[in-house]
């Protein structure tokens, strides 16, 4: 009974809580990655609407992974992100 009321009042304070930005926390890593002298492999794609709306809506980024993961090599995605 005590765990119910404990799961009520966690679910009541995360319904006052704001959407997480993922795709904005995906921009800051990447902005860390880079001040901190990491290369390009540990960077996220993110696509160039998620960029632009990254402050406003909440998009799913549980698929992104770091361009070293998915086998993209920095110069190739570096043309295709400027298109």
């Given at each position: 009974m005590a765990l119910r009321?404990?799961?009520g009042k966690r679910l009541a304070i995360e319904a006052?809580?704001?959407?997480v930005l993922n795709a904005l926390s995906a921009?800051?890593?990447n902005e860390l990655?880079?001040?901190?002298?990491?290369g390009d492999e540990q960077i996220y794609p993110v696509s160039w609407v998620k960029r632009r709306l990254a402050q406003f809506v909440s998009f799913d980024m549980t698929?992104?992974?770091p361009k070293a993961l998915l086998g993209v090599?920095?110069?190739?995605?570096?043309?295709?992100e400027s298109r």
């Open positions: 009321g404990f799961e006052d809580e704001p959407q921009l800051c890593h990655s880079k001040a901190m002298g990491y698929d992104a992974k090599s920095p110069e190739s995605s570096l043309t295709s």
